[in-house]
């Protein structure tokens, strides 16, 4: 009985190294794939900002459009 439990803490004890080799190499491979992400995300981030500054581009020049076209039409309605 004593070398049958005897045996069984050493499987226990076997099992439990494995056990901390799977977790260890899981939690390795998740903290590679979340460096990933941030990367990825890192990357969106850049554009998401590059498209902000066009839009902001983009609607002051069609401010100016605006403001143009109402002192144009402004000048044409002195003309005639």
């Known amino acids: 009985n004593i070398k049958k439990l005897a045996d069984s803490s050493k499987d226990t004890a076997s099992d439990s190294d494995r056990n901390k080799e799977e977790i260890q190499t899981a939690i390795n491979g998740l903290l590679a794939d979340a460096e990933k992400l941030i990367s990825v995300i890192d990357g969106v981030n850049v554009r998401v900002t590059n498209l902000a500054a066009s ?6 020049s069609a401010d100016m459009v605006s403001s143009i076209s109402s002192g ?8 005639r």
């Open 55 to 60: 839009t902001q581009e983009i609607a002051a």
């Open 72 to 79: 144009l039409r402004e000048k044409l309605s002195h003309l």
